[in-house]
Every structure is written in structure tokens, then in C-alpha cells.
């Protein structure tokens, strides 16, 4: 199983990027995803996240109207597009993949990419 983030860098406050993670070594259409992000000295937390099919999105109230999650299941890969970021967007992102069965939940992340928003 692999979660290979990219897309991260250094941006100027009010930029946009867009991340990718690209899937394998699981059914990836049958799996919910998520974007998380963890800052310096903080915890992580979820930004984003869409159910396996695309048709349900939920947003962190701070990055609501910002950051639009997607994903292409033919792809084997999910998105996060950011806009008018802001320097406390400055984090390392993480792509989650998660599915709960009746007898176990299974649950992959990716290594991680750094955004940094600093002018």
C-alpha cells in the first residue's frame, strides 16, 4: 500500500496550490479519503475529507470556501486545491485513506508534504 503525496511548496499569503496523492496496492474506489495537516508543535487535524463515491465533501470550518477536495477513482488519486491561503495554512499535509468493514477498519496515510505560506 502506498499514499504518495505531492504538489506542496513555499507560496506568498493569498497564493493557491494544489496537492495530489496518488494511490496503490488498494481498492482505492472503495475507500473514503481525507487530507490532514499537521503544524509545528501542534496536533494533527483533518482539512477535508470525501467518501469513496465523490458525492460528500466536509470541510475544517477554517479552510471552508478555501480548499476544495476531489478525487478520480479511475486515477487512483485525490486533490486538494487551495486558494487565498493564509500563513497559518503553513503545515505538513497528509492523504488519508480509510475504510471501516463490520470486522475492522482499515486506515493508510502517505508521508507527507510541506506547505509553507510565508512572504
Known amino acids: 500500500v502506498q499514499l504518495v503525496e505531492s504538489g506542496g511548496g513555499l507560496v506568498q499569503p493569498g497564493g493557491s496550490l494544489r496537492l495530489s496523492c496518488l494511490a496503490s496496492?488498494?481498492?482505492?474506489?472503495?475507500?473514503?479519503m481525507s487530507w490532514y495537516r499537521q503544524a509545528p508543535g501542534k496536533e494533527r487535524e483533518l482539512v477535508a475529507g470525501?467518501?469513496?463515491?465523490?458525492?460528500?465533501?466536509n470541510y475544517a470550518d477554517s479552510v471552508k470556501g478555501r480548499f476544495t477536495i476531489s478525487r478520480n477513482n479511475v486515477k487512483n488519486s485525490v486533490y486538494l486545491q487551495m486558494i487565498s491561503l493564509k500563513p497559518e495554512d503553513t503545515a505538513v499535509y497528509y492523504c488519508?485513506?480509510?475504510?471501516?468493514?463490520?470486522?475492522?477498519?482499515?486506515?493508510?496515510w502517505g508521508q507527507g508534504t510541506q506547505v509553507t505560506v510565508s512572504s
Open positions: 496496492g488498494f481498492t482505492f474506489s472503495s475507500y473514503d
Open positions: 488519508n485513506a480509510r475504510l471501516r468493514t463490520f470486522a475492522r477498519m482499515y486506515d493508510y
Open positions: 470525501i467518501t469513496s463515491a465523490g458525492d460528500y465533501t
